[in-house]
């Protein structure tokens, strides 16, 4: 949980998954804020300083895959305590390696894992799993 104790996520997304998103999320009594960034950093990383958030749910929705391997170290240098979770519709061996090595916390598949991903979410904001993805050699 971030030292604030907000249990909030932000998720960049666009808004029809955002939306779905939010219900889902808030479902699990998470505060929920979206940012739509196709490919503009600076609303996503003006959003990560205004809020104290505890996890930061990237989508290729908005992200291409390679602004979000861009960003992740960005992320992670600026907001350190903010953790990563990844969900694309790319998912590339080169592309998900990539990810673990970046050590974020996890990554789904769009179709098959959305569910799956606010299930994890809500696991790192209470801290019953805050490990990151274990790294393939």
């Not at 739509?36 to 300083?49: I, N």
């Not at 592309?95 to 569910?115: A, C, P, Q, Y």
Request: no cysteine.
């Amino acid at each position: 949980m971030s030292a604030a104790g907000s249990r909030r996520v932000l998720v960049v997304s666009e808004v029809p998954l955002g939306t779905v998103l939010t219900a889902m999320l808030q479902a699990k009594h998470l505060a929920v804020d979206v940012v739509e960034s196709y490919g503009r950093h600076d609303a996503m990383y003006a959003s990560l300083s205004r809020g104290a958030y505890d996890v930061v749910l990237l989508s290729n929705t908005t992200l291409t895959p390679k602004l979000i391997l861009e960003v992740v170290p960005v992320i992670q240098s600026r907001f350190p305590a903010v953790r990563i979770v990844v969900l694309s519709g790319w998912m590339e061996d080169d592309f998900v390696v990539s990810l673990e090595r970046l050590n974020i916390h996890d990554v789904f598949k769009m179709t098959e894992g959305i569910e799956a991903a606010v299930h994890r979410i809500a696991e790192l904001v209470n801290g019953t799993n805050p490990m990151p993805r274990p790294t393939r050699p």
